[in-house]
């Protein structure tokens, strides 16, 4: 089969590769369509896994074979390869450690995963697709997943006002998993005209500039001159995090969701008076998928915007897609169409 091979820093091959056959507990799974991950992009960027690796995470597609002692999926099932609940002793080193650094500990599972035609998973691992959700929208799961779990881990109420710092696709998706949850109103942040309309498109209040405007100024002006009650950083650019510290208003909540891989400038004086909570998430559990699978199917997240004609590529242009996405762009979400 064929899979894009990571062989070194930024250096992503398109070969041949043996097709990984099920064990007895496993299913095999014919990859339809795989979302490149910005944390792929990092992976990519800053050399953080073994060579002949095989990334990708973010994919969709039907059960084509299944181990002779599996019973929860048949062949034909359409299904997302994460979001299962893992048997005792078999969860990720995120949740099983209490100290964990992915930039430090990188990539550990050798298996082959979403860049390739093919990719097997234990029984328990993936989910069903509804009827009513496309493999298209499934290869977006596990995104919905992550901002589902933010949402959730944000302290955010009905009806408190939000601003959003970034409109790529974790922030798009955040945008509307803050109004599924009751925003009043939300305030997207975002220094792409293209992105900023496509925020409009879903349901932003109010889009900022940050690049002809003043962020904190302007998004505390947009709430009566208080500050949001949540901000979830969404950005990782250098200037968000104190952005998003200096604009909520008092006792409110900062969600750190995008996470800055090179150090950032921070001035706490600025901030610590008004007695704030800065959060972190990383990743998403098994509920927080199920969360998402469901909003995705109740179009609470709508997921056409995000995606264009230009933006699906075959396996073969992967490399090209890597290296644009490390650079400045308008670029929504990309996604591989076996």
């Given at each position: 089969?064929?899979?894009?091979?990571?062989?070194?820093?930024?250096?992503?091959?398109?070969?041949?590769?043996?097709?990984?056959?099920?064990?007895?507990?496993?299913?095999?799974?014919?990859?339809?369509?795989?979302?490149?991950?910005?944390?792929?992009?990092?992976?990519?960027?800053?050399?953080?896994a073994?060579?002949?690796?095989?990334?990708?995470h973010?994919?969709?597609?039907?059960i084509?074979?299944?181990?002779?002692?599996?019973?929860?999926?048949?062949?034909?099932?359409?299904?997302?390869?994460?979001?299962?609940?893992?048997?005792?002793?078999?969860?990720?080193?995120?949740?099983?450690?209490?100290?964990?650094?992915?930039?430090?500990e990188?990539?550990?599972?050798?298996?082959?995963?979403?860049?390739a035609?093919?990719?097997?998973c234990?029984?328990?691992?993936?989910?069903?697709l509804?009827?009513?959700?496309?493999?298209?929208?499934?290869?977006?799961?596990?995104?919905?997943?992550?901002?589902?779990?933010?949402v959730?881990?944000?302290?955010?109420?009905?009806?408190?006002?939000v601003?959003?710092?970034?409109?790529?696709?974790?922030?798009?998706?955040?945008?509307?998993?803050?109004?599924?949850?009751?925003?009043?109103?939300?305030?997207?942040?975002?220094?792409?005209?293209?992105?900023?309309?496509?925020?409009?498109?879903?349901?932003?209040?109010?889009?900022?500039d940050?690049?002809?405007?003043?962020p904190?100024k302007?998004?505390?002006?947009?709430?009566?001159?208080?500050?949001?009650?949540?901000?979830?950083?969404?950005?990782?650019?250098?200037?968000?995090?104190?952005?998003?510290?200096?604009?909520?208003?008092?006792?409110?909540?900062?969600?750190?969701?995008?996470?800055?891989?090179?150090?950032?400038?921070?001035?706490?004086?600025?901030?610590?008076?008004?007695?704030?909570?800065?959060?972190?998430?990383?990743?998403?559990?098994?509920?927080?998928f199920?969360?998402?699978?469901?909003?995705?199917?109740?179009?609470?997240?709508?997921?056409?915007?995000?995606?264009?004609?230009?933006?699906?590529?075959?396996?073969?242009?992967?490399?090209?897609?890597?290296e644009?996405?490390?650079?400045?762009?308008?670029?929504?979400?990309?996604?591989?169409?076996?």
């Amino acid at each position: 089969m064929k899979a894009a091979v990571y062989k070194s820093k930024q250096n992503l091959v398109v070969e041949e590769i043996p097709t990984p056959e099920p064990e007895s507990d496993e299913v095999q799974i014919k990859i339809s369509h795989s979302a490149i991950c910005g944390t792929d992009v990092h992976v990519y960027l800053y050399d953080i896994a073994p060579p002949n690796t095989v990334l990708g995470h973010e994919f969709a597609g039907e059960i084509s074979k299944i181990g002779s002692d599996v019973t929860r999926f048949k062949v034909g099932d359409r299904v997302i390869g994460m979001g299962g609940n893992p048997p005792a002793g078999k969860e990720s080193p995120l949740r099983k450690q209490e100290q964990f650094n992915y930039r430090l500990e990188g990539i550990t599972n050798s298996r082959t995963r979403g860049y390739a035609e093919y990719t097997v998973c234990k029984e328990w691992e993936p989910l069903k697709l509804p009827d009513n959700v496309s493999n298209l929208e499934g290869a977006l799961a596990e995104p919905c997943a992550i901002v589902t779990r933010a949402v959730r881990l944000s302290n955010q109420k009905l009806g408190d006002t939000v601003a959003v710092l970034g409109a790529g696709p974790i922030g798009l998706l955040c945008l509307q998993a803050a109004k599924a949850a009751g925003a009043t109103k939300v305030i997207v942040s975002e220094p792409s005209e293209a992105r900023r309309a496509i925020a409009i498109e879903l349901g932003a209040d109010a889009v900022v500039d940050p690049a002809t405007q003043d962020p904190v100024k302007t998004i505390i002006e947009l709430t009566d001159g208080d500050g949001p009650h949540i901000v979830y950083e969404c950005a990782a650019a250098k200037p968000t995090l104190q952005n998003a510290l200096d604009m909520v208003r008092k006792k409110g909540n900062v969600m750190l969701v995008a996470l800055a891989w090179e150090e950032i400038p921070l001035l706490p004086v600025d901030w610590a008076g008004k007695e704030i909570q800065l959060n972190t998430t990383f990743g998403s559990e098994p509920y927080d998928f199920k969360v998402a699978v469901d909003l995705i199917s109740s179009k609470k997240f709508v997921l056409n915007p995000l995606l264009s004609d230009t933006d699906t590529i075959d396996l073969e242009d992967i490399q090209k897609a890597f290296e644009s996405l490390i650079k400045p762009s308008n670029q929504i979400q990309m996604v591989i169409k076996f």
